[in-house]
């Protein structure tokens, strides 16, 4: 009896160890053979490449991101292709061309770095500062540009004396209004007078001083049309609540920001920000920064410093020249000779332009907005990929663009004119102030300026209707290029001829 006992304890143990067994075996790794898989450790196996499985009794369950890991890494093995469309192709909505760019600038300084050197090599070193103080100044005792600028101060106090005087009551808005246009007429014809009639005023200093009157023109007129905005609506609010809405003085709001309401805003301080503001559209309370950022300033000022002197290098090295061996008449020229010299000029023309933008209405326009904690520093948009002309000059310079779309062009819509006759009033305005600038510093009148702005019409309309994407902005980058150096060469052939004309005969 006792045996059968001992004998059952010894098969049921077999049986079991025989089971453990069964239930210990694992797959091979590897694809080893089952004989790789030899010695049995207690809670494990041992392999004879030295792995370790750990009994799958002890092991704990794979999480969800585990299992997607590996579902991933088995679908890698499995297939590496899937449907997109390659980066150059437009359908790609790939947009950052950032190596592209760099390369094209490596590309343009290098290809122009043997033209730069052959005019070194050709005539020398010509950038002299004394001739850029020349052009200034003909006369160290007469200043005529600068007096210009100080009288104008005239003008703004006269402006804002009229608000005054309409606000309360002393002039009738027939009145001011006619003060306001006997001053704004002066500010463009008196300027333009003195350059045209005084002998030692020269053409860049005439340039710069009208170019001030005309900004200056553009502020006041904004000046006169918000404050008489802010008339009419005191008046609409005085009617309804039979009281006035407008306070006269400043009121401090949320934040600690201290800003002010109708007629509180016509004070002399009020004015000179606006002034000097790098904005030519008025508004009582201007967005503010919150503090001047000492970096940005002195990082802006550098470039300012670099791109002037860069600026002034350039055009008496490199454009100097250009336009000295342009001067010879045109009537006893081909229109290969004429077309190679447009071509001559096109390209440092054009880096000029691009140098005068950023350094204008990036870098001093960002430095004049952090001096004054101005908060809106859109002053330009991204034009470079302009697919219309009519896109071009809505963003090139968002300060004009700006103006003109709220004291011109909005109300020629409210007056009952139609879009296009108002597009192309804004663009007769534009074409008149640029023959402005231009013909009367250099007391000739050709209306070459006049002409290149006008064609712009056709221009956008072309453009607009029969180009698009791509071959749109290959449109509008033709016109930059070669439009502005033809209007250039014109007027360097009309003044050779006007001053230099018995001499070459």
Same mark, same amino acid.
């Given at each position: ?5 001992? #004998?059952?304890?010894?098969?049921? &143990?077999?049986?079991? /160890? ?20 030899? #010695? ?38 499995? +297939? ?17 061309? &950032? ?11 290098? +290809? ?21 103080? =020349? ?53 463009? *014809? ?5 350059? !045209? ?13 009208? @170019? ?8 006041? %007129? =904004?000046?006169k049309d918000v404050n008489l905005w802010c008339r009419e609506l005191s008046t609409v ?26 007629? @509180?805003?016509?004070?002399?301080? #009020? ?7 790098? /904005? !030519? ?7 503010? +920064? ?14 300012? $410093? ?6 002034? @290098? ?24 004429? *077309?190679?010299?447009?071509? &001559? ?13 950023? =350094? ?7 430095? *004049?907005a952090e001096l004054l904690r101005f908060g809106d520093r859109q002053f330009y948009n991204?034009?470079?990929? +302009?697919?219309?002309? *009519? %896109? ?16 011109? %062009? ?42 290149? $702005? ?15 994407? #791509? ?17 250039? !060469?014109?007027?360097?052939?009309d003044y050779y001829v006007m001053h230099y004309g018995n001499e070459a005969e």
């Open positions: 009896m006792s045996d059968l006992n001992t #004998n059952g304890a010894l098969t049921r &143990r077999r049986r079991a /160890t025989l089971a453990a067994g069964r239930v210990a075996t694992v797959q091979p790794v590897n694809e080893a053979s089952a004989a790789g898989t030899a #010695n049995i450790v207690t809670a494990g196996f041992s392999l004879h490449d030295g792995q370790r499985i750990q009994d799958r009794s002890l092991e704990r369950p794979a999480t969800k991101s585990e299992k997607k890991i590996h579902r991933s890494e088995i679908g890698d093995r499995l +297939s590496c292709h899937k449907a997109q469309e390659s980066l150059l192709s437009s359908a790609s909505g790939y947009r950052n061309y &950032r190596g592209v760019l760099n390369w094209c600038v490596v590309m343009l300084v290098l +290809s122009n770095a043997r033209l730069f050197l052959e005019n070194i090599l050709k005539y020398g070193i010509l950038v002299d500062p004394i001739q850029v103080i =020349s052009l200034f100044l003909n006369n160290p005792y007469s200043w005529p540009a600068a007096c210009l600028v100080i009288v104008s101060n005239v003008f703004i106090l006269v402006a804002l004396y009229t608000e005054r005087q309409l606000s309360k009551g002393s002039f009738s808005e027939f009145a001011g209004f006619l003060v306001h246009c006997i001053n704004l007429s002066i500010l463009l *014809t008196f300027p333009a007078a003195v350059v !045209l009639l005084v002998p030692s005023m020269t053409p860049v200093g005439g340039a710069i001083s009208l @170019g001030i009157h005309t900004i200056l023109f553009l502020k006041l %007129y =904004s000046y609010k005085a009617k309804k609540l039979a009281r006035s809405l407008s306070c006269p003085s400043s009121q401090h709001f949320k934040g600690g920001e201290q800003k002010v309401c109708y007629p @509180g805003n016509l004070a002399i301080k #009020n004015i000179y920000y606006f002034v000097f503001a790098p /904005t !030519l559209c008025y508004e009582l309370n201007f967005p503010r +920064s919150p503090k001047i950022r000492i970096h940005f300033l002195l990082r802006r000022l550098f470039e300012m $410093m670099f791109f002037i002197q860069l600026l002034v @290098g350039l055009t008496q090295q490199w454009m100097v020249p250009i336009i000295q061996s342009s001067m010879k008449p045109l009537k006893d020229m081909d229109l290969s000779r004429m *077309t190679e010299r447009l071509l &001559r000029l096109a390209v440092p023309n054009h880096l000029l332009w691009l140098m005068f933008f950023y =350094s204008f209405f990036h870098s001093s326009m960002n430095f *004049t991204d034009w470079w990929n +302009s697919e219309t002309v *009519t %896109y071009f000059w809505q963003n090139w310079n968002i300060p004009v663009h700006k103006w003109c779309l709220r004291h011109f %062009y909005k109300p020629l819509l409210r007056k009952g004119f139609s879009k296009i006759v108002s597009q192309s009033a804004v663009f007769f305005l534009s074409a008149f102030f640029h023959e402005y600038l231009v013909s009367v510093p250099l007391r000739m009148f050709r209306l070459w300026a006049f002409t290149g $702005m006008m064609a712009q019409l056709p221009l956008a309309w072309f453009v607009g209707h029969f180009l698009r994407g #791509n071959y749109g902005n290959a449109a509008v980058w033709m016109s930059i290029i070669i439009g502005q150096p033809f209007a250039v !060469l014109m007027y360097v052939h």
